[in-house]
């Protein structure tokens, strides 16, 4: 459930010597990791020649749907077509790609050294001063590729003062969704994007294993937090952040600002994840801390693990992403919770689609009506919450392959082995 993106099985080896490290005070934690963990190799970064066929497919897109062009600004999609990591400000950066031609880049003048030396696909870069509008260069490259009388596509998460900006340059052009091209593509991870997830899968899992060995009375969520990150970037994973929630805290999807120490018999909800080369884990475990989990604990933990089963299996090839969520839902009604989205019960969706963002579409929720596809990647996470008490969250990730779904991560088998 956790978004990287805004704070945040061959790993195992090391975990026997992070076990130690996570002992020490946190100021030497991550120096003394990174000296005894044993690290396996990581998959390679995205190729050039595969950007390059990403761009090569943007454009059979636009065509398809008689698009002239697409701009896409910084963000997981300016990374995803030509691998410039850049952060979102008031100053455009972005790539403009035609339907024929190479694409241009545009970005501030001072900022072509750094922007050159990430670009990994065929662009000319083009740049503005302070006191220039960039719209307007992003409109010149329309009129010379003749495409300015043609819809210009927007990626959707592109800000509103772009579209009003080139609007003022371009009166007659209409702006449209570029759902059909970015969200086409990056829906269906290739086999080198799987790659990198099941990576950064393994990283969190055996991160959280590290933890949860080394836990102590007296811990306070941000402390369980900082072992997790500290062991993920030993692994080779790029994390800043985990959601720890305790008793009470845990009947809150997103957790509580008030602080807890760990004592025996605690409940606790682990969230978080990390991303390798630029692609997210996700995963959620709940657990008791140092002390046998009661009646109910252990019946909602059960009863979560079902939902899990039940999501995976109604996960096939061609059914609606919404019927995935339909079927846990059902399930839990039948079970006295709800019903709906009413608590105590499930009080968000099933699950995300996941990839180089923590979240991104399509959501496993009512009414999504998008086919599951090979290649499609999601989170299951249907937790049930009982407010002023405690939640069970368990969340694993899998993707969709012909034969139906796979996880990343395999569920725990039960409450008393809560990391196996």
Known sequence: MTNAA????SFLGGAGAL????????????????EQVVRRPLPPPISAAERIARLRRAQQLLRANRLGAMLVESGASLDYYTGIQWWRSERLTGVVIPAEGD??????????????????????IRTWQEDEEPLKLVADFLRERKVAGQPVAFEETNRFFLGDRLAAQLPATRIVSANAVVRAQR??????????MQAASDITIAAFRTAHANLKPGMTGGDISAAIVAASKALGGDADGNLVLINEASALPHGSKKQHTLAPGDLVLID???????????ISRTFVFDGKPNAEQRKVWEQVHRGQQIALAAARI???????????????????YGPDYKLPGLSHRTGHG????????????????????????????????????FGVRLEDCFHMTPGGPRWFTTPPPSIDQPLS
């Open 187 to 196: 829906m269906i991870k290739s086999p080198a994007e799987l790659a990198l």
């Open 272 to 282: 978080g994840g990390c991303s390798v080369h630029g692609y997210q884990s996700d």
């Open 19 to 34: 076990s130690a490290a996570l002992a020490i005070p946190a100021r030497g934690l991550a120096a003394t990791v990174a």
């Open 6 to 9: 805004i704070h945040r099985r």
């Open 103 to 124: 694409p241009i880049i545009v970005t501030p003048f001072f900022e072509q050294p750094s922007i050159a030396e990430q670009l990994e696909v065929p662009a000319e």
């Open 354 to 389: 996941i990839g180089m963002e923590g979240h991104e579409p399509v959501n496993l929720v009512r009414g999504e009506t998008t086919r599951l596809a090979p290649g499609m990647c999601f989170s299951n996470e249907p937790g049930l919450y009982l407010p002023g008490r």
């Open 318 to 336: 061609g059914a609606s992403a919404g019927s995935v969520d339909d079927a846990v839902r059902t399930a839990y009604a039948s079970w006295g």
